[in-house]
């Protein structure tokens, strides 16, 4: 973990900068098998999880024997771990608002709207170094509190053909109407034009590789919705002498540990803290399972010492964080300037695996600097609006002059002329 | 436009699809455009203008000056409309909710969310064959209610290097920042990357051509985001024996007038009802200025006849309209009914082109069938979730089993620490 010290503001914009994981290649790749999997469906699924995962089940679908059976091969600690995370994630995301209201907006013109659930909905659960049944409940909770009528979910088998145990009970726990067996750009293709076997859905969501990404981008093409582009995990956190350097190491190496291609930042006024977390870094790296992972990630990861814990926050807001731990004095009033990322830690006791697993916020973040356009996936993210107007006769007489001029400025006769009639109409 | 008389539930599926405008040699060209204005900046823009615009202007932004000569430019009628439609879409909108809360989900743990104003947006408004300063009112109203810091706009000159008037007059009353006489893909491109006049958004709004909407799509992955993919307009009209003929034909042709690629479909249950609207709109379509539009635009359009109003809603549901007129006996319950639609509008007096230009709800709606996933332009869509979470040391040392036990179970180990490291601070 490289150390920059006061790095020039005109600097910040390649500091900020991450590797683009997407590639042209990758981009023809996707193509390919999205358009294998349109027209051929679950035959181009086979043909093409056979190449790339070396491992086809027999059936897509899991069956309810095996939804049944992996309750037993869940332990006792690990069920109430479950249900201790489930219950505060479904509190948290319970408090979405269904944005519903009607207001007279003109005399006689009543406009309103209200959320409505999306009705299918496809969760791609990534299986890759680390089963990730912790995204089925960031994923399935909401879209239950929803209404979502549908909640399909696609994950890879591993080599003997299954999904893993727990990502399995958190699906049937959550309620997931139907789960298959099939991973990569052939799930999202899967999703998106519906197969013999897969429905076809109306949003996807969920994180990925690079060929999960860059398909999910590609189906946007297809009238289906996705959460956001995902890419590396990210952790940026702003540190100052009331913190734990202890604490702030275990976090920076949480983060790390995800991917290679995951990236931690730590903002600092002072140089020595920044050493002093830095040692603590070395010292817990050295026995810990992931620790190549650890390191690779580190080698893209900097300190970055700068004047002031204010400036910090200027960075931070530029960097757009995934994630982002305020470890420094009167860090509530820090998080009322942040104006970019996906979800804030405040103080030394709120780490960033509370929110990964059980605090109750959401872990499917924006990154990659997306934080700045994107939200987090929340209960409304499966959701979608929709507008409603009921106009009587009288307020329609009074309106249309104002839409007639409009149209007619615009050069939109026929438009102007359905206000019309109606208010010669009324005028009779 | 052709008469379909009770086509079987299996033959939905064809019915409710849309031609694609997208094409493999747009996304080349598109590709081409992003990274030449990626690379070059404003000197490629220049070039790429006038190679599809035959136009450049000298400068691209718009000067003080140009905004304060157009108000001369516009009739006191259309100052008036304008103000009317304005203070309606403003009233309409100001109802967004900021889902600012923050609740303990578990003793200790407070997690909070608020939304927060997208610091620079970025407004796309086309100028083909009508200018559409209707879309500026749609999408700088809500930036602004929305908080947004810096609102860009970009529209492509016309041939003597200028905006229109009243395009220029909308943007200059709803508070955007700063405008550029740019169209086109390389307006979404400068919009991405920045260039030497035009600075990088957060996030752009805003209809297109295929270009343009292509261009949005590509820009995805930059990490910019977007209202929506969004495709040629598109109206479907339920009606029963309760309807106005003469009004459900002026409604099919004030969209059908919008392009040669627009669709219109009727639903009814009475193939005679059906003909009295097709006869109506071959009167009022004889006289109108953009006929030859509506004439082609009527070549892809069907009314349907179906068995019921009930099954009216449910080809309805599937079709997910952007544009549905409701124009039935009990509309008001019908409406209840509707899961998938841009905008809804409710009996015989609420016309699209009221929702068009000034009853208060947003025009920019999901085309093509996305409804079903997307939601039309809200205050909201200017603004970002994030979340928040603080934590005692009481709470983290309840909830850190929970944690540590789910860390393991996915074999994330630092996870596992970062939590475990706290615990037993607390516990000391």
């Known amino acids: 973990m490289r150390i920059i010290e006061f790095p020039k503001r005109e600097n910040w914009d390649s500091l900020i900068e991450r590797p683009s994981a997407l590639s042209e290649s990758t981009a023809r790749d996707v193509a390919e098998i999205l358009s294998a999997v349109r027209q051929h469906g679950d035959e181009a699924i086979r043909r093409i999880s056979q190449k790339f995962d070396k491992c086809v089940p027999d059936t897509f679908a899991v069956s309810d024997s095996e939804l049944l059976a992996v309750r037993q091969c869940i332990s006792p600690d690990l069920k109430t771990a479950i249900a201790t995370a489930y219950d505060n994630i479904r509190r948290f995301h319970q408090l979405a608002d269904t944005a519903e209201y009607e207001i007279e907006t003109f005399p006689g013109v009543f406009c309103g709207r209200k959320r409505i659930p999306i009705e299918r909905v496809g969760l791609y659960i990534p299986a890759g170094s680390a089963p990730l049944f912790s995204t089925v409940l960031m994923l399935a909770i909401p879209a239950k509190l929803a209404g979502c009528e549908e909640i399909i979910m696609c994950s890879p088998p591993s080599g003997d053909g299954t999904i893993d145990a727990a990502t399995l009970y958190a699906a049937s726990l959550c309620g997931v109407s139907r789960i298959y067996k099939i991973g990569g750009a052939q799930a999202i293709a ?19 590789n690079r060929y999960v990404t860059e398909a999910k981008l590609q189906i946007l093409r297809y009238g289906v919705a996705i959460d956001m582009p995902a890419g590396p995990s990210e952790l940026l956190v702003i540190a100052d002498d009331t913190c734990r350097p202890d604490f702030v190491a275990a976090d920076l190496l949480s983060q790390a540990e995800h991917g290679p291609d995951s990236q931690v930042i730590l903002l600092t006024e002072s140089k020595e803290l920044a050493g002093k977390i830095i040692e603590q870094i070395e010292q817990q790296i050295a026995d810990l399972q992931r620790r190549d992972i650890a390191f690779a990630s580190l080698a893209n990861s900097a300190a970055i010492i700068l004047r002031s814990i204010e400036e910090c926050l ?7 964080p995934e994630h982002l731990i305020l470890a420094v004095e009167n860090a509530g009033q820090a998080a009322l300037r942040i104006k970019n990322a996906g979800s804030v830690f405040i103080g030394n006791y709120a780490c960033e695996s509370a929110g990964d697993y059980a605090s109750g916020t959401n872990h499917t973040l924006p990154t990659g600097g997306a934080a700045r356009g994107f939200s987090g996936v929340t209960t409304e993210s499966f959701m979608k609006t929709i507008t409603f107007q009921r106009i009587t006769s009288k307020g329609i007489s009074q309106l249309a002059p104002t839409i007639e001029t409009m149209a007619a400025a615009e050069g939109l006769e026929a438009h102007r002329r359905a206000a019309a009639i109606r208010r010669k109409e009324v005028e009779k």
């Not at 899967?190 to 990925?208: L, N, Q, R, S, Y």
């Not at 200027?314 to 757009?320: K, Q, R, V």
């Open 314 to 320: 200027d960075f931070s807001n530029l960097y757009a």
């Open 190 to 208: 899967a999703m998106t034009f519906g197969t013999e076997t897969v429905p076809k859905v109306d949003k996807i969501f969920g994180p990925g």
